[in-house]
């Protein structure tokens, strides 16, 4: 099946320092999505990149999608413990949806 | 809005039991999703839905799992017979539109002793 590689595993930070996830694609995606997942609970949407080289922001995150449409990046600043989750990057090539394997992020206060 | 619900929200059975999961996605959504996640591992998308059409099933096995969207709202997830390697949680997702934000349920946890 699809391979959906998201680097790295495992983050440790302390509190105020920044994180970023990276997620690498083999193929062109349609879009992709960002989900965050609390320990013991459900996936939540964050957003959803669709053109070449997007840029969105939500207060301290920041997303992008590559310019070839093959790897988007999530990056908080200044991390809170409200922060700690596990944060999955989601692609959709056409008619198949993948999830990610995952960053699980540790904030240490 | 009323979310996603599923049930049951845990489940024990023995291998070679069967079981089944409900799932009633928002309502007004078209699109179902039902995912495994494994321990540790991002969801595993089983089986897509687009109304009561199947979009995607390539990664449900076949031999034991089925799942059904009869009037295009709520569906049902079935494994017989269940073996050790089906533990997971079981999320059942929704969205408007196809490729559109989805919204998740609170999983069922399944765990096949």
């Known amino acids: 099946g699809q391979q959906v590689m998201q680097i790295p595993q495992y983050q440790h930070v302390q509190e105020g320092e920044d994180f970023t996830t990276y997620c690498n694609s083999s193929t062109t995606l349609s879009n992709i999505q960002w989900y965050k997942q609390r320990p013991g609970g459900h996936p939540v949407f964050l957003i959803q990149?669709?053109?070449?080289?997007e840029v969105k922001k939500q207060k301290r995150l920041t997303f992008q999608f590559g310019e070839a449409k093959k790897n988007s990046s999530l990056h908080i600043t200044a991390t809170q413990t409200t922060d700690v989750g596990t944060y999955f990057c989601a692609q959709n090539t056409g008619n198949q949806f993948y999830f990610g394997t995952g960053t699980s992020l540790t904030v240490i206060p | 809005e009323a979310g996603v619900a599923q049930s049951p929200r845990y489940k024990i059975i023995e291998k070679r039991q069967s079981v089944a999961f409900w799932c009633n996605p928002i309502s007004g959504h078209a699109t179902l999703y039902w995912y495994q996640q494994i321990l540790g591992q991002g969801p595993k998308l089983l089986i897509q839905?687009?109304?009561?059409?199947?979009?995607?099933d390539s990664q449900l096995p076949k031999d034991r799992f089925s799942a059904e969207r009869l009037k295009g709202v709520d569906s049902t997830l079935k494994i017989q017979p269940a073996k050790l390697e089906d533990s997971a949680v079981y999320l059942c997702?929704?969205?408007?539109?196809?490729?559109?934000?989805?919204?998740f349920g609170p999983g069922t946890r399944l765990t096949v002793t």
């Open positions: 990149l669709v053109k070449s080289g």
């Open positions: 839905f687009q109304n009561n059409g199947v979009v995607d």
């Open positions: 997702a929704s969205s408007q539109t196809e490729g559109a934000e989805q919204y």
